[in-house]
């Protein structure tokens, strides 16, 4: 499966952004999914992700309650709502995923390196 994710840009601190992350070439159906970030000289960290079973999901304790993920499989599509934004959301963000069942415990799917198909990433600024 490919993904390309896309919504990124300039929003004012306050603000709300979503990011979008469309797939082909398969349906992402049953594919658990997640979203990381990369800011400048920082490694890359865990965002949220979202279950290919139940559509539970998990957040990173930076964005709870102002990010909310979920999917839309009929569209093979990831979303990324971002509320009140801060300077320090600022980063490339990146959409993963992978099919694979152990994925169901969200635990692991903090996990960069569990993912075997990633989206080229797009960028959020976000100014104080």
């Known amino acids: 499966v490919q993904l390309q994710a896309y919504g990124g840009g300039l929003v004012q601190a306050g603000g709300s952004l979503r990011l979008s992350c469309a797939a082909s070439g398969r349906t992402l159906s049953g594919y658990f999914m997640a979203w990381f970030r990369q800011a400048p000289g920082k490694e890359r960290e865990f965002v949220a992700t979202?279950?290919?079973?139940?559509?539970?999901?998990a957040y990173a304790d930076s964005v709870k309650g102002r990010f909310t993920i979920s999917r839309d499989n009929a569209k093979d599509t990831l979303y990324l709502q971002m509320n009140s934004l801060k300077p320090e959301d600022t980063a490339v963000y990146y959409c993963?995923?992978?099919?694979?069942?152990?994925?169901?415990?969200?635990?692991?799917?903090?996990?960069?390196?569990?993912?075997?198909?990633w989206g080229q990433g797009t960028q959020v600024t976000v100014s104080s």
């Open positions: 979202i279950s290919g079973i139940d559509g539970s999901t």
């Open positions: 993963a995923a992978d099919p694979r069942e152990y994925l169901n415990d969200y635990r692991l799917r903090r996990l960069s390196h569990v993912y075997g198909h």
